[in-house]
């Protein structure tokens, strides 16, 4: 994920589209989600039942067909379907005749008690609300920013069937191995105003992942966050508002927690995730911790702009004073030295002819060595 902007005449579309995603609810809630909203199209998502079934085997015992069919009030066959054509969805089970079926890797559920014990103090400025399945998280929000939800309404989806990135890059996930969510918050001024607030919220989730261990966590302009110069997170921001204000946005953000290698075969770039930098991995931690420091940075950045974080920006810089190539979408290339980012949070890329600024979601960004490594493979 990474930051995009999109006008509000294209950001209507999504009300359309919010009509064919899927949100099994996992329990009553204050009106936080409009769950009238959606229809059950189960070829897209996984229906309730698996959810109830794989919660059963969460602890990575075997447990029979009868038994979980007793437990869940349902039949033998029902368990059967619903358990069928699992890794699709990332998530590998196994079957043995005669002891049943058994969770390869058990799932770290998200429970919103939890996240909120780890958010803090600031917990009251979140409303959260945790589902099983969303094809887009970001996709959802948008179309309740639409019918007025408030600030720092949260959606956190177990499995998210079609998340995406910048330039509609398909984000890749499974069942537990990723943190994927998105949080609606408005702010008084308009859409104008909030330049380079995606790369400020990837500034808050880097200092988040350092909070929780992760060391090397660093940023790759616009909005991805590295360990050891591999893809561990990134954001998509996406903005609703006039130009005058005021104006709200909806980010997502997906954190690799544990990817499975079928997860990592589908990815066409270097990444990584939380197992393998030695951090937590209770993705309510996770999620309560990011949260917590989204809410402080938000707050700056209604007061100073991207301007108030441009220093401490720099200082994470994985590419800082390296030789790179910026792709413009023409394909064109411009070869230089990462010098850092403006105030706006645009690209400063000192070129022979002088120094250039890019602007996000105009580029593709990668260190000229690798590019090199690339072009000798071929």
């Known amino acids: 994920m ?72 349902v039949s033998r066959t029902t368990v059967w379907k619903a358990l069928q054509n699992l890794e699709t969805w990332g998530v590998t089970l196994f079957k043995v005749h005669g002891r049943g079926y058994r969770l390869v890797t058990s799932v770290d559920w998200l429970e919103r ?31 309740e920013a639409l019918v007025g939800a408030p600030r720092g309404l949260t959606l956190a989806a177990e499995l998210q069937t079609q998340g995406r990135g910048r330039r509609g890059r398909v984000w890749h996930t499974g069942l537990g191995g990723a943190l994927t969510f998105s949080l609606l918050w408005r702010f008084d001024q308009g859409v104008a105003g909030l330049a380079g607030l995606g790369p400020a919220v990837s500034l808050a989730l880097a200092r988040a992942l350092r909070i929780l261990g992760v060391d090397e966590a660093m940023l790759k302009w616009p909005n991805d966050v590295l360990w050891r110069h591999q893809k561990l997170a990134g954001v998509l921001v996406e903005l609703q508002g ?41 993705r309510n931690q996770i999620l309560g911790v990011v949260l917590g420091q989204l809410a402080a940075l938000l707050e700056q950045f209604a007061t100073t702009g991207f301007a108030g974080l441009k220093e401490e920006w720099d200082s994470y810089h994985a590419l800082a004073g390296r030789t790179v190539a910026v792709m413009l979408p023409d394909l064109s290339e411009h070869i230089g030295t990462a010098a850092g980012v403006g105030e706006d949070a645009a690209l400063l890329l000192q070129t022979a002819s002088g120094l250039r600024r890019f602007h996000s979601g105009e580029v593709s960004l990668r260190p000229l060595e690798s590019l090199q490594r690339r072009a000798g493979a071929a």
């Open 242 to 282: 006039d130009a005058m204000g005021p104006s709200a946005a909806v980010i997502g953000i997906g954190i690799n927690v544990r990817l499975e290698e079928r997860v990592r075969s589908r990815i066409d770039q270097a990444v990584t995730d939380l197992a393998s930098a030695g951090a937590p991995l209770s």
């Open 113 to 143: 008690d939890q996240v909120e014990r780890y958010i803090g103090p600031q917990a009251s400025q979140f409303q959260i609300h945790v589902v099983d399945s969303a094809n887009s998280t970001n996709d959802v929000l948008l179309g």
């Open 2 to 73: 990474e930051w995009a902007t999109r006008s509000l005449g294209t950001t209507l579309k999504f009300v359309v589209r919010q009509l064919s995603l899927v949100l099994c609810l996992r329990r009553a809630s204050p009106i936080l989600i409009n769950s009238n909203s959606f229809t059950d199209m189960t070829q897209t998502t996984p229906p309730s039942l698996t959810f109830r079934a794989l919660r059963l085997l969460a602890d990575g015992e075997f447990r029979s067909g009868e038994e979980l069919a007793r437990t869940l009030g």
